[in-house]
Structures are given as structure tokens and as C-alpha cells.
């Protein structure tokens, strides 16, 4: 089955970047999963960020919009999330995420069965 290790999480400054990643590995792995990034903070429900479909159109949440960007490098099977002007309210632990081909961002957890074991993001 398919195996997702996030990466790059940190403690940073309000208005510093990160740039997350996610390594995508194992059977049945494709360029053309659909992939999203999640977070959860500490006594709230995990929350779609960003999302990025077979044919790599985005979607984001409006919280992250023109801060987050999501891409992929389908060659490598990695997944991105560079985030910028970030803000203390960002602080969570970050999920990636994989499901079968989609033509449709999504951002709702429960369309996708993939995940990896998150990373945290400090923002103070």
C-alpha cells in the first residue's frame, strides 16, 4: 500500500516560511494520486489546507490562500507545501495525504484513505 513521510516541519518566527515535504513509496504508488496537506492543532478537528488533483490543479482553504502553495514533482513522487507569512495561528501538526486519481481538488479528510504521520509546525 502507499507510504507518505511529511518532512520539513519547525519552529519559526510569525512571517518566517517552511517548506514542507511528503515522500510518497510502496505498492500502488502513482503520479496520479490525488494528494492534499491537513492540520490539526491541539483540541481541533484535523482541517483540509491545500489540495492538488490528477491533472495538478490546486485548492486551498481561504485561511492559506496567497500564503500556501501546494505542488508535486510527479517524478519523484514528493509532494510540497511551501508556506509563507506564516502566522501563530498556522501552529499544528501537518498531515499529508494520498488517494486514487481525482480531477478535482479536494480537502475534506474523509476523501482520502493515505496518510503520513505528520509534522509539526511552531509558529510563535
Known amino acids: 500500500h502507499v507510504q507518505l513521510v511529511e518532512s520539513g516541519g519547525g519552529s519559526v518566527q510569525a512571517g518566517g516560511s517552511l517548506r514542507l515535504s511528503c515522500a510518497a513509496s510502496g505498492y500502488g504508488v502513482s503520479s496520479r494520486h490525488s494528494m492534499g496537506w491537513f492540520r490539526q492543532a491541539p483540541g481541533k478537528e484535523r482541517e483540509g489546507v491545500a489540495g492538488?488533483?490528477?491533472?495538478?490543479?490546486?485548492g486551498y482553504a481561504d485561511s492559506v490562500k496567497d500564503r500556501f502553495t501546494i505542488s508535486k514533482d510527479n517524478a519523484k513522487n514528493i509532494l510540497y507545501l511551501q508556506m509563507n507569512n506564516l502566522k501563530p495561528e498556522d501552529t499544528a501538526m501537518y498531515y499529508c495525504?494520498?488517494?486514487?486519481?481525482?480531477?478535482?481538488?479536494?480537502?475534506?479528510?474523509?476523501?482520502?484513505?493515505?496518510w503520513g504521520q505528520g509534522t509539526q509546525v511552531t509558529v510563535s
Open positions: 495525504a494520498a488517494d486514487q486519481p481525482c480531477w478535482l481538488p479536494r480537502l475534506q479528510p474523509r476523501d482520502f484513505r493515505y
Open positions: 492538488i488533483d490528477s491533472d495538478g490543479r490546486t
